[in-house]
């Protein structure tokens, strides 16, 4: 079956520093993978999308890439602020319910002062 | 941004009752919406896709007779936990596709707590 892995452990870096977060799938070819940022008690917000066609993507302080080979994507946030701090989602799109959402457990990323 | 929302934000209620969840697109209209579910610490989880004016599609293992939704317009999609039980207590998320259409957007999530 497919599964999405995300580093269950929490993150934390020094303001101004780089994160960087990954998320490893198998049994899967997405036509693309996205990333969200989730609040605790509350929704998630989309941040950006790649393509299976698309190695990079950038987007302001945020930076995605997408290697289909290695099954994996990174997530950076540049020059981080504690107002990063949150969990970040990687998400797949399903195999079985059109554009619905296959989701990791996300990365808790703490960026302290 | 396109803006979702959920109603009530938080419930708290008996065993054996029904709990009904709105879920609304306020400035766009959405043919399809998602309802997930999410257990602390956990992914969140598909529950079904609700399309409007038609029945909705559930996933494997969800019951269609306890979670019940409809969705009537293209800017409302309801979801009725039906004799809820203690382990139905979780977060319940809805969300609608975007503008760039494998985007979603998310409301604000609904805390389901049953006693």
């Known amino acids: 079956s497919q599964k999405i892995e995300q580093n269950s452990e929490a993150l934390n870096i020094q303001e101004g520093k780089t994160a960087t977060l990954t998320c490893n799938y198998t049994?899967?070819?997405?036509?693309?993978l996205q990333w969200y940022r989730q609040d605790p008690g509350r929704g998630p917000v989309f941040l950006l999308l790649?393509?299976?066609?698309?190695k990079e993507k950038r987007k302001e302080r945020l930076k995605v890439t997408f290697d289909t080979t290695l099954k994996q994507s990174l997530f950076h946030i540049t020059a981080s602020q504690p107002a990063d701090s949150a969990t970040y989602l990687c998400?797949?799109?399903?195999?079985?319910?059109?554009?619905?959402?296959?989701f990791g457990k996300g990365t808790s990323l703490l960026v302290t002062p | 941004g396109a803006v979702v929302s959920q109603h009530p934000s938080r419930v708290i209620c008996k065993s054996g009752t029904s709990v009904k969840i709105e879920c609304r697109s306020l400035?766009?209209?959405?043919?399809?919406m998602f309802w997930y579910r999410q257990f602390p610490k956990q992914s969140l989880m598909l529950m079904a896709t609700?399309?409007?004016?038609?029945?909705?599609?559930?996933e494997q293992g969800v019951e269609k007779d306890k979670f019940l939704i409809n969705h009537a317009s293209l800017t409302l999609s309801t979801l009725t936990v039906t004799s809820a039980h203690p382990e139905d207590s979780s977060f319940y998320i809805c969300?609608?596709?975007?503008?760039?259409?494998?985007?979603?957007?998310f409301g604000p999530g609904t805390r389901l707590l049953v006693l």
């Open positions: 969300s609608a596709a975007g503008t760039i259409q494998e985007t979603q957007y």
């Open positions: 049994n899967y070819s997405p036509a693309y």
């Open positions: 790649i393509r299976e066609n698309e």
């Open positions: 998400a797949l799109d399903s195999l079985t319910a059109g554009y619905a959402l296959n």
């Open positions: 400035d766009f209209q959405a043919t399809t």
């Open positions: 609700s399309n409007e004016g038609s029945k909705a599609t559930y």
